[in-house]
């Protein structure tokens, strides 16, 4: 008897999950193709920047400004990832990146989010309150929109477009996104500049050299996100 109930336990659950997805295909196919598509366009990037570095060291400044208001473009369609663009930035222009960094950050959080919501236009947070956990799980991420934007944010594991969409599509209001959003990429940008600043050349500087410090800081910034996501997310709803 025991094994029959959790048989058509796990059933119930897989047909609801199936459900889901069938219910918020094009959301789920969005966060998909926003996963792989900078692992493809990084490598090319690179590619030309190792072979126009001296070049690119020469640009002035009107013409960075032109390169990260593309970026926030290129990362908010997540054509480029994040932590490329800041190390590289931090690579080629010194600590003189970090304006156009998290500006080029914002823009681009702020550009993926009402993609997002454009395209969801509130079927998720819909289908997910069918299920009890669901709605309990929405409504404490929309109770902590702020520190559940800056704990994602701090993240260096959970991709920088994926992070806008889940966001977007659990309803977190725009105010705190963006105060959330440039609270939390502060240190991984921080890092990220400095890590391009510091290596002798582009090539170390991407693939993080023997720099342990960074790893112990991106490991601590990751275990802080998953214990304070975990948190907030089983948090008992307050009645």
């Known amino acids: ?7 058509s336990n796990i059933l119930i659950h897989s047909m609801a999950f199936s459900s889901l997805i069938k219910k918020n295909s094009s959301s789920f196919s969005l966060s998909i193709f926003f996963t792989i598509i900078p692992l493809v366009m990084s490598t090319t990037i690179a590619f030309h920047i190792y072979h126009y570095e001296e070049v690119l060291m ?18 908010g369609f997540a054509l480029t990832p994040t932590t490329f663009i800041a190390v590289s930035s931090g690579y080629l222009l010194g600590w003189h990146a970090i304006p156009g960094v998290i500006l080029g950050y914002l823009g681009a959080s702020l550009l993926c989010y009402s993609f997002a919501k454009k395209i969801d236009q509130g079927r998720f947070g819909k289908s997910i309150r069918e299920f009890k956990k669901g709605e309990v799980i929405l409504e404490n991420i929309q109770g902590n929109e702020f520190k559940m934007t800056l704990l994602t944010k701090l993240s260096p594991v959970l991709p920088f477009a994926v992070s806008n969409i889940l966001l977007s599509l659990a ?3 725009k105010k705190p996104f963006i105060v959330g959003s440039f609270l939390g990429m502060l240190p991984r940008t921080l890092l990220s500049i400095w890590a391009g600043y510091t290596a002798y050349n582009l090539k170390d500087a991407l693939e993080g050299g023997n ?11 990751a275990l802080l996100t998953i214990g304070g996501v975990l948190y907030i997310l089983k948090k008992p709803k307050v009645q």
């Not at 020469?58 to 990362?75: D, R």
């Not at 720099?211 to 910034?221: E, Q, R, T």
Request: zero cysteines; charged letters at 10%.
């Open 171 to 173: 309803g977190v209001r």
């Open 58 to 75: 020469e640009l002035t400044p009107i013409y960075w400004i032109g390169i990260f208001i593309a970026s926030a473009f290129t990362m």
């Open 1 to 7: 008897m025991h094994a029959k109930y959790l048989d």
């Open 211 to 221: 720099n342990n410090a960074m790893v112990w800081v991106m490991a601590a910034l």
